[in-house]
């Protein structure tokens, strides 16, 4: 009977462990804080809002998924005209999907999130690449349970219908994460690309938490007028991982540190600690019924 | 550490301890025997397994049954047939009533029992199905067997202290091992490193199981604290050894030991932050020797702006698609960056 207790018990807590609360109101207009993928704090988990850059997180996804990262992608005219932060990339040049996923990722480069996003939409449809490329974004996100995200555009533009929450993207970042090119290409702080004609495009990091940090690992950041800044951040240490997702966060570097240091003290103890506990409190009481 | 499967292994003590039977030197009978419950209008499946009894007469009181916390009384042979009076204690404690007939091959019997108020029929029937060698296969030394397996599976874990050490230890043979491993596991234990990881990963358990193995948490404690101390290692001064906080405030080196300073030397930290940290952008900070400081430094920002609140659930309340307009009116501090975001937008 105690070993049913124990696994009574523990079931109550975990159901408490995965009902975050929120604690740090003031740091965001919605903020998410899991440790070892168990929510710990959050504001406004599902309140829609806009995401900026954060959306090449799931551009960066669909685009992997795809495959064919070492093709050639042709810049298109719309890919050379973005606006906002670019990598310089002029109309007609050839870089491959590999280089614009990393320029998207790392430097959040919109010229070349709309080229990787064109380049992948055109296996769909040759006539409206970006369209065909936001329509499996938005597959993407419905198969991947989040109800509350939608796109309109690849790469994180201010749009009315484009949102997300924080809930939403703590699990987009889970899927981002378990592709291991993904999860490598976010905690780059440097990258250093080429064009099939030999031209050389170097740029840092949006993300300086990946200097300062001990233990960081991205993911990425975006800021718009209507997002303000946001941030998702991963850090490891001693085999823990804090997530942290900020949307519309006025003092995001400071205050992500902040979270990041206080979500690891509180850190409750182990998964497979407290199992190890558990079983053996269950063996130890069931062994001497005999 | 050895894979522990207790559940399978309990089940398999459990069925065996059921069948208690008369020692015998060589050999015994193995019978298949079905057990079924029905209890509170529900029946539970059957349960088949196999027992080496002892060979003696099938209708006896060794074949009921039973745990050890159970007594039969009133055992009366009747020809064929037995019937019985069943007491439990304990922690399943229970009264019953039962009867038992011999076949051509085996046995048969049922208990009617009152378990919490609720009426319990147990059914059971043995089927001959051989011979067995009862040395080895009887319930009796396949128990010892299970709890000979139970008993080395946990011997590397010291959450399990208590199947090793104290009066209810139900493997007080394998105490020793048991503290062997304990001690290799704390030899380094004086190190304050190792001492906050053991602390850390398993709890208080270990400290339970190292003064029930005859050695002193708090010695270990003192020999990490002076070596911290030694070392330079504050954060764990402050985490382990209050009383020697005070003496290291003053001379506290912020970039090594900012979590120290700000969670433990509240003046110094403040008079540092303010020279430091204070208005400054992260950013800015990449280079500076007090990095570290002020990281530690916002995570007591942060605590204390929102040390007022009541830590509610977390808002589940979805805003309406589309509606994107920032819940708070954007400070000035807010406006002025976001003329910078406009620039950069990234």
């Known amino acids: 009977m105690r070993w049913i207790a ?62 064919g990262l070492d093709a050639w992608a042709e810049v298109s005219a719309g890919a050379a005209a973005e606006t906002g932060t670019r990598i310089g990339l002029r109309r007609g040049e050839r ?68 949102y997300t929450s924080v809930r939403d993207l703590a699990a987009l ?61 991963l850090v490891e240490r001693g085999g823990r991982r804090v997530l942290v997702v900020l949307l519309h966060a006025p003092d995001r570097w400071w205050d992500s540190v902040g979270l990041v240091e206080l979500a690891f003290d509180a850190a409750p103890p182990r998964a497979d600690a407290a199992s190890a506990a558990s079983g053996a409190d269950a063996a130890g009481a069931d062994v001497s019924v005999r | 550490m050895p894979l522990f499967r207790p559940r399978r292994l309990l089940a398999a003590a459990l069925l065996c301890a059921a069948f208690a039977a008369a ?52 055992f009366r042979v009747e020809g064929n047939k037995a019937s019985y009076h069943l007491v439990c204690t304990g922690k399943n404690a229970m009264t019953g009533d039962g009867e038992m007939e011999t076949l051509a091959d085996g046995y048969r019997g049922s208990i009617k029992a009152q378990v919490e108020g609720q009426q319990m029929t147990m059914s059971y029937e043995g089927k001959r199905i051989g011979g067995c060698d009862y040395a080895t296969e009887s319930p009796e030394a396949q128990g010892r067997a299970v709890t000979a397996q139970i008993c080395e599976a946990q011997l590397e874990s010291p959450v ?84 020697l906080v005070a003496r290291h405030c003053a001379d506290a080196d912020p ?35 007090y990095k570290g400081f002020c990281s530690s430094y916002a995570a007591q920002r942060l605590n204390a702006r929102n040390a007022g609140t009541q830590a509610a659930p977390a808002s589940q309340d979805a805003a309406p698609a589309g509606d994107e307009a920032p819940a708070k009116k954007p400070s000035l501090r807010d406006r002025f960056k976001g003329l910078k975001d406009r620039i950069g937008g990234n």
């Not at chain 1, 031209?199 to 997002?227: M, Q």
């Open chain 1, 6 to 67: 124990a696994v009574a018990l523990l079931a109550c807590a975990g159901a408490q462990a995965s009902a975050p609360v929120d604690r740090f109101p003031d740091v965001a207009t919605a903020y998410w804080v899991e440790v070892d993928g168990r929510p710990l704090w959050a504001g406004q988990p599902d309140r829609r809002l806009p995401m900026a850059s954060l959306t090449k997180l799931m551009t960066a996804l669909v685009a992997v998924e795809q495959g």
């Open chain 1, 95 to 162: 870089i491959t999907r590999r280089d614009l996923l990393l320029a998207a990722l790392v430097r959040s480069a919109n010229d070349a999130c709309r080229a990787l996003a064109d380049a992948v939409g055109a296996t769909t449809d040759a006539r409206a690449p970006t369209g065909a490329f936001v329509a499996r974004m938005n597959a993407r996100a419905a198969s991947l349970g989040m109800a509350d995200t939608h796109y309109t555009d690849p790469c994180g533009h201010d749009d009315a219908a484009q």
């Open chain 1, 173 to 233: 970042s889970h899927a981002v994460l378990a592709q291991p090119v993904l999860a490598e290409a976010v905690q780059r702080r440097e990258l250093r690309l080429t064009t099939a004609a030999g031209r050389v495009l170097s740029a840092r990091t949006t993300n300086p938490l990946l200097d300062g940090l001990p233990g960081a690992r991205g993911l990425k950041t975006g800021t718009t007028p209507a997002a303000g800044r946001c941030l998702v951040a």
């Open chain 2, 23 to 74: 020692a015998a030197p060589d050999s015994g009978d193995r019978y298949r025997v079905t057990m079924t419950m029905r209890m509170a209008g529900m029946s539970m499946p059957g349960t088949t397994t196999e027992v080496c009894t002892a060979r003696a007469q099938a209708v006896s009181e060794q074949a009921i049954p039973k745990d050890k916390n159970c007594e039969v009384q009133n």
């Open chain 2, 160 to 243: 399990s202290h208590t199947m090793y050490i104290g009066p209810k230890a139900a493997c007080p043979a394998y105490k020793a091992k048991f503290c062997a491993n304990v001690n290799r596991l704390t030899a380094k234990a004086a190190e304050p490193a190792h001492f906050a990881e053991t602390d850390r990963t398993y709890g208080g358990a270990i400290w339970q199981a190292v003064e029930g193995c005859g050695s002193s948490r708090a010695a270990i404690l003192v020999k990490a604290c002076s070596q911290a101390e030694a070392s330079g290692e504050l954060d764990f001064v402050g985490d382990y050894c209050p009383d």
């Open chain 2, 255 to 289: 970039n090594r030991n900012g979590r120290f300073l700000v969670q433990h030397c509240a003046d110094r930290a403040r008079a540092l932050a303010a020279q430091q940290c204070e208005g400054r952008g992260y950013t800015a900070m990449q280079s500076s020797p």
